[in-house]
């Protein structure tokens, strides 16, 4: 198993940024992708971007594309999210997560495919 630890979020007005951070400790050896997944009050946890451990292959959804950008540091086993041009519909939890398995050259963007998760940050964006 592997324990993740979210950090970064807070309060922010509309059109600045924000930068979280993800570390994880554990059975990290086994880590495959890791992501970022958000969710508001009243909807589905959504995807937000994600990254191949290994080589370092990104993904991100298409609503947040150019917005968001996500790196890892991989002798520190931290993944950040930088987000930029934030929006109020932005506001939601973030999730860190981490998944064993799957492809190392394209990260998964499906939520079931992750099987470690962190807490959790807010993110919240006033307008």
């Known amino acids: 198993q592997v324990q993740l630890v979210e950090s970064g979020g807070g309060l922010v007005q509309a059109g600045g940024s924000l930068r979280l951070s993800c570390t994880a400790s554990g059975r990290t050896f086994s880590i495959v992708n890791m992501g970022w997944f958000r969710q508001a009050p009243g909807k589905e946890r959504e995807f937000v971007a994600a990254?191949?451990?290994?080589?370092?292959?990104?993904a991100y959804a298409d609503s947040l594309k150019g917005r968001v950008t996500i790196s890892r540091e991989y002798a520190r086993y931290t993944v950040t999210l930088e987000m930029n041009s934030l929006k109020p519909e932005d506001t939601a939890v973030y999730y860190c997560?981490?998944?064993?398995?799957?492809?190392?050259?394209?990260?998964?963007?499906?939520?079931?495919?992750?099987?470690?998760w962190g807490q959790g940050t807010q993110v919240t964006v006033s307008s």
């Open positions: 997560a981490a998944s064993n398995s799957g492809s190392y050259v394209r990260p998964s963007s499906t939520r079931n495919d992750y099987n470690d």
């Open positions: 990254i191949t451990w290994g080589y370092g292959n990104t």
